[in-house]
C-alpha cells in the first residue's frame, strides 16, 4: 500500500524548533521529488518547501526562507523539514506529499501524486 506519513507536529513557543519527518511505505520516496505544504485554519493550502528528485535543488516560500531547511534522510524513504525560529503564523496542518516531476517541485505546487494525512503544528506561548 502506498503511504505518506507525516510525524514530528506539536505545540512550540515562539522561537522554538520542531523538525517534522515524511516517512514513505510501499514505494521508494527517492524516485521522487517531495514537497511540504501547510494549511492554517480558514486557508488554502500552500506550499512551503520542497527538494528536488536528486537532491540537489531545494525551494522554499518567501514565508519561511532562511528559518526552515528541507532534506532527505540517512533511513532511507524519509524526508525532514527543520523548522526554527517558530511563529505564531507558522501554526497549520502540515503535509508532505510526491511531486512527479522537480519543475512542480520548484513552483511548489499543488499538483502531487499523493498526501500524507497531515501533523498539526502549534506556535503559542
Known amino acids: 500500500q502506498v503511504k505518506l506519513v507525516e510525524s514530528g507536529g506539536g505545540l512550540v513557543q515562539p522561537g522554538g524548533h520542531l523538525r517534522l519527518t515524511c516517512a514513505a511505505s510501499?514505494?521508494?520516496?527517492?524516485?521522487?521529488?517531495v514537497g511540504w505544504f501547510r494549511q492554517a485554519p480558514g486557508k488554502e493550502r500552500e506550499g512551503i518547501s520542497c527538494i528536488s528528485e536528486n537532491d540537489q535543488s531545494t525551494y522554499y516560500a518567501d514565508s519561511v526562507k532562511g528559518r526552515f531547511s528541507i532534506s532527505r534522510g540517512s533511513v532511507k524513504n524519509t524526508v525532514y523539514l527543520q523548522m526554527n525560529s517558530l511563529k505564531p503564523e507558522d501554526t497549520a496542518v502540515y503535509f508532505c506529499a510526491t511531486h512527479i516531476s522537480d519543475y512542480l517541485c520548484s513552483k511548489l505546487s499543488k499538483d502531487v501524486s499523493a498526501w500524507g494525512q497531515g501533523t498539526q503544528v502549534t506556535v503559542s506561548s
Open positions: 510501499g514505494f521508494a520516496l527517492g524516485d521522487y521529488a
